[in-house]
């Protein structure tokens, strides 16, 4: 994965988030938005930094694979934030689905090239094939677009 590529990418978008919270809302809401974009962000860093040391020894797996870039992980993800963004009021709440989701969006989107990095990062027992990836990407990318709309036209 080109990781300057992604960081660069999650900085835009979480830029554009920010600005579009900023005129579309009052002063506490941006505010607490901000946080929480911050927050999920962090928290997939610290998935990787903190908390992988501590799991992966038990692990059956000779790849790194973090529980926030797991298949099942990713399907809770979708569920769960789906709720937030479209059933809370609580600007945290969803700054941090979103946050959570521009990283995993952006790993997703930097190694549909590779399928066997992908797989790797989903962490599946059965290699997903080409067209399984492209279409689980787009329904993702569809999916995470249409709760960032939500977000900003309530």
Not at 12 to 36: K, M, N
């Amino acid at each position: 994965m080109n990781k300057k590529g992604a960081l660069i990418f999650q900085a835009v978008v979480a830029a554009s988030l920010i600005a579009s919270a900023f005129f579309l809302s009052a002063q506490w809401p941006f505010i607490f938005f901000t946080v929480g974009l911050i927050g999920g962000a962090a928290f997939s860093w610290a998935d990787a930094t903190f908390l992988y040391p501590k799991y992966k020894d038990k692990t059956i797996h000779s790849s790194e694979q973090y529980i926030t870039r797991s298949f099942l992980f990713l399907l809770a993800y979708m569920a769960t934030s789906f709720f937030v963004v479209t059933s809370t009021r609580s600007p945290i709440g969803i700054g941090l689905s979103l946050g959570i989701g521009l990283v995993l969006w952006s790993e997703l989107l930097f190694t549909l090239q590779s399928p066997a990095q992908l797989n790797s990062v989903l962490g599946v027992k059965k290699p997903l094939k080409k067209n399984e990836l492209k279409i689980l990407v787009g329904g993702y990318s569809v999916l995470y677009l249409v709760m960032c709309a939500m977000t900003f036209l309530k």
